[in-house]
């Protein structure tokens, strides 16, 4: 998947070395609120650290083991998604996110992982897909749960943020799942 028109406002493009300065305006606007979150703010100083990124996740895109996407709202960026580590053997991967804070509450987060699971289940062929989230980041959370994912439970102490460890909450979604929730129609 290079680029995915999920509708007339909301599309996802495979992040490639020319989105670098944008995607390094968009993180260094809302590098506060997602500090609180997300440990790899301090290692982006500059649009060559978000240069490097990008180069890092191509080449596991390349090597069939992930990948990073913009999403873009109205032709803007508006965040990013990504898949990490996929784990052919048992056919299964993780999906992170975030997105800018102009962006939040239209719905937009649950659009692209939506696109993304439609990718992991049919493309890619994969039989899990888990989402871990922060246990007091409501926003994180309240994606998966909207899309149906089962509440798996929580890892203590799974994630180092500067200066405290924050517990995860470990959403899964199988395949089989996310196929009959579609056939359904309800996402």
């Known amino acids: 998947m290079l680029r995915h028109q999920i509708n007339d406002e909301v599309h996802l ?6 989105h670098a300065e944008e995607l390094y305006r968009l993180t260094d606007r809302n590098r506060d609120r997602l500090r609180e979150w997300l440990p ?5 100083r ?5 240069e490097a990124f990008i180069r890092t996740s191509l080449q596991h895109f390349a090597n069939a083991n992930g990948g990073n996407f913009g ?23 993780s999906i992170g996110y975030w997105l800018g804070a102009d962006f939040q509450r239209r719905g937009i987060m649950t659009l692209a992982c939506g696109a993304i699971l439609d990718y992991v289940f049919g493309e890619l062929e ?28 929580k890892i203590r102490q799974a994630e180092w943020l500067y200066d405290h460890y924050v517990d995860h909450v470990v959403y899964g979604m199988l395949r089989d799942e996310w196929l009959q929730r579609r056939k359904e129609g309800q996402h």
């Open 46 to 50: 500059g649009m060559e650290d978000s």
């Open 40 to 44: 790899w703010l301090n290692g982006t």
């Open 71 to 93: 999403v873009f709202y109205r032709g803007q960026m508006a965040g990013c998604i990504g898949l990490h580590n996929i784990d052919w053997g048992n056919r299964k991967t």
């Open 13 to 18: 493009e495979l992040l490639e070395t020319r």
């Open 126 to 153: 994969l039989n899990r897909a888990e989402i871990r989230a922060a246990e007091f980041n409501a926003r994180s959370r309240a994606i998966p749960e909207r899309l149906g994912f089962t509440n798996e439970g």
